[in-house]
């Protein structure tokens, strides 16, 4: 497990736009954290990293947004309204092992599809009152230990 710590949402854009340059296909991201945690702003960095310039805002509403203009196609998806239905599987495979990046914000509602291994980023609001979020990296794998790696030396 990494942890950092960002000020402020720039902050946390940045990193994701940094992740974005040891990204491949296939890679997936799970993005876990309460509500207003940072989890859309850090896939806009990612976002930015791979060159896509349209908007990226949550899809709360769509659940998957796909974005083919960058380096490599992101589908960016956000499951948190599937938590009642138990996590349907809406095909998921066909994106995990598709030729983008998954980038998935509330991971835990599709638990039972996710797959084996991944990079997990846990973001957490330290308090209320100010901009201060933990950024905590849990790689499963070896290809996700290395993205890390990868991560870790870019940031210093
Ligand atoms: P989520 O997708 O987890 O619900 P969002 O990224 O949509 O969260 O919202 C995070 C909000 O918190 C944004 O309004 C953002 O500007 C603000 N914010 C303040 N400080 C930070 C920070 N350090 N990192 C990320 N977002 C921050
Ligand atoms: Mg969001």
Known sequence: MFTMK??????????????ANSLKPNDVILLDGDLGAGKTTFTKGLAKGL????YVKSPTFTIIHEY???????FHMDVYR?????GDDLGWDEY???DGVSV??????IQD???EDYLRITLKRNDESDNQRTLAFDAQGERYTTLLNDLKEDLK
């Open 104 to 109: 998935i914000e509330w991971s835990q509602f």
């Open 51 to 54: 060159g896509i310039k349209r």
């Open 113 to 115: 599809y996710l797959p």
């Open 82 to 86: 599937l938590e009642d239905g138990g």
């Open 68 to 74: 083919r203009e960058g380096r490599m196609p992101l």
């Open 96 to 98: 995990f092992y598709g």
């Open 6 to 19: 960002t000020k402020q949402a720039e902050q946390t854009e940045k990193i994701g736009e940094q992740l």
